[in-house]
C-alpha cells in the first residue's frame, strides 16, 4: 500500500523552528526524489523543496537559507527543517513522491506561525 504519513506540524512563534517528518512506504521512497509542497488559504499549492534519491536538492527562493530538506533513506523518512519562521510560512505542508510520473500525496500538517 502506498502511503505518506506526515507529521511534526503546529504553532510557533515568528523566529521560531519547526521539524516535519514524512514517512513513506517503500515502495515510493527508495530511489525517487521526494518533496515538500505548501497551501495557505486561497492560494495554490506551491513546491517548498525537493531532494532526489541521491540528495541533490531544490528550494523555492521564499525559504532558501532557512529551510532544509534532508531524507533518511534506512527509515524511508525525509524531513523538513524549518528555522527562523515567518508568518507568510503558514500552511498546509504536504509530502510529495512523483514515481514514474504519478502523484502521491500525505494527509498535509498545518503550520501557524504568529507574529
Known amino acids: 500500500q502506498v502511503r505518506l504519513v506526515e507529521s511534526g506540524g503546529g504553532l510557533v512563534q515568528a523566529g521560531g523552528s519547526l521539524r516535519l517528518s514524512c514517512a513513506a512506504s517503500?515502495?515510493?521512497?527508495?530511489?525517487?526524489?521526494m518533496g515538500w509542497y505548501r497551501q495557505a488559504p486561497g492560494k495554490q499549492r506551491e513546491l517548498v523543496a525537493r531532494?532526489?534519491?541521491?540528495?541533490?536538492?531544490t528550494y523555492a527562493d521564499s525559504v532558501k537559507g532557512r529551510f532544509t530538506i534532508s531524507r533518511d533513506n534506512a527509515k524511508n523518512t525525509v524531513y523538513l527543517q524549518m528555522n527562523s519562521l515567518k508568518p507568510e510560512d503558514t500552511a498546509v505542508y504536504y509530502c510529495?513522491?512523483?514515481?514514474?510520473?504519478?502523484?502521491?500525496w500525505g494527509q498535509g500538517t498545518q503550520v501557524t506561525v504568529s507574529s
Open positions: 510529495n513522491a512523483a514515481p514514474l510520473g504519478v502523484n502521491y
Open positions: 517503500g515502495s515510493i521512497f527508495s530511489g525517487n526524489a
Open positions: 531532494i532526489t534519491s541521491v540528495g541533490t536538492t
